[in-house]
């Protein structure tokens, strides 16, 4: 081996060594267990930041795999994080480790609201508690709308979604896969 | 049972490639299926399953956990979480290898920016459908209310606002 190659080697090596399994399943792991009301910006301090597992551009790239495919983004990511060190078993790690405590969690969760469920006050908080989660899912709606609510075309396809979904309740299935072409198209060619 | 088992597998595993944009844009196509189709449990049972996943830490899709073990006991986590998580999984590890081909393509970003649109009707029809069920009296529509111009006109964590939703609707105020 030349002293060449020995340099570039040095140049390509990432700064700790790849994480194994074991490793991959603890991240992931203490990911689920703290990682309260969105995971994602946690999941940048430990992966790149913390273990340094990653670089912050490669953070970013897989990222953008995971948003673009169907399927929670964290979720995604612990499966493409898992694959890209360890394959199939550092998948099958990371995913379960990631899942494992949450699952746990609301499980004792919808325990404790079966057994409960005839006292009245029990039922009022629990009710305090859905409406509150359901507020939390208007403001981010609004704040989702706001970007494009001056653009007359993507309020028209997001309006025409939500006509189908919310107040005709047609299936998933088929009003995707008739609205989506569409909207990819017109969002493609047309001015907006 | 296994009529039961089979019935989350098919709907779980089809949510599952559906899900574009993330977990909260199958919410109304998840209760359509449970609440309407298969009569699993009640809107407001379902919304309050989705509240509990809300309060536990970890993905926002651990709602399906919950409803798999509402319908079908440890059996339906079980194959409600094979389901849900297992294509999706599948597929991103597929494509993992293809992304470095296809990533910088200008193809990919205009469908992705041309998605947008639909995962904001999507979100917008989640949060119509899970209110409508779970703001059913002056009083929690109060806290629904109270707590989306909070979380939106502010960057207080959203465990404080579930926690003071729970707190308010304990007091029972509005609810009668």
Redesign the interface.
């Known amino acids: 081996m030349t002293t060449e190659t020995i340099i570039t080697d040095q140049n390509t090596v990432r700064q700790t060594p790849a994480p194994s399994s074991r490793e991959l399943f603890l991240g992931f792991l203490m990911l ?8 994602l910006p946690l999941a940048r301090r430990i992966i790149v930041e913390q273990r340094r597992w990653l670089t912050a551009a490669e953070f970013t ?1 897989m990222l ?13 990511l612990s ?2 994080i898992g ?2 060190f360890r394959g ?1 078993s550092g ?1 099958l790690a990371s ?1 379960l480790g ?2 494992a ?3 746990a ?3 004792a ?2 325990v404790v ?2 057994r409960f469920q005839d006292n ?2 029990v039922q ?22 706001m970007p ?1 609510l001056k653009k007359p ?3 028209l ?6 006509i189908s ?2 107040l005709l ?1 047609l ?3 088929p009003t ?1 896969l008739v ?2 072409p569409l ?6 060619k047309l001015p907006s | 049972m296994t009529d039961t088992l089979l019935a989350l597998a098919t709907i779980f595993s089809q949510l599952s490639l559906l899900a574009f944009g993330g977990g909260n844009t199958i919410l109304p196509e998840m209760q359509r299926q449970v609440v309407e189709i298969h009569h699993w449990m009640s809107p407001q049972d379902f919304s309050a399953m989705f509240a509990l996943a809300q309060a536990a830490p970890g993905p926002n899709m651990m709602v399906v956990t919950l409803v798999g073990w509402h319908v079908a006991g440890w059996p339906g986590v079980l194959v409600t979480s094979l389901a849900k998580f297992g294509p999706s999984s599948i597929l991103t590890g597929v494509v993992l290898h293809l992304w470095q081909r296809f990533k910088d393509k200008p193809w990919r970003a205009t469908v992705q920016a041309g998605l947008v649109p639909m995962t904001v009707g999507l979100v917008a029809a989640s949060a119509a459908l899970i209110t409508q069920a779970s703001a059913h009296t002056w009083g929690l529509a109060a806290i629904a209310a109270a707590c989306a111009l909070i979380t939106y006109k502010s960057k207080v964590h959203p465990l404080w606002v579930l926690a003071a939703g729970a707190l308010l609707g304990f007091s029972g105020i509005g609810q009668v």
């Open positions: 689920g267990l703290i990682g309260f009301g969105g995971v790239d953008g795999l995971c948003q673009f495919l169907p399927g929670g983004n964290i979720i995604n499966v493409a694959l890209h199939v998948a995913l990631l899942i405590a949450p699952s969690i609301v499980i969760l919808g609201y079966q009245p006050s009022h908080m629990f009710a305090g508690l859905a409406a509150a989660a359901s507020g939390l899912l208007i403001s981010m709606a609004l704040k989702m709308l494009i075309l993507p309020l396809i997001a309006s025409l979604f939500f979904i919310a309740r299936p998933l299935l995707m609205l989506a909207s990819v198209i017109a969002i493609w």
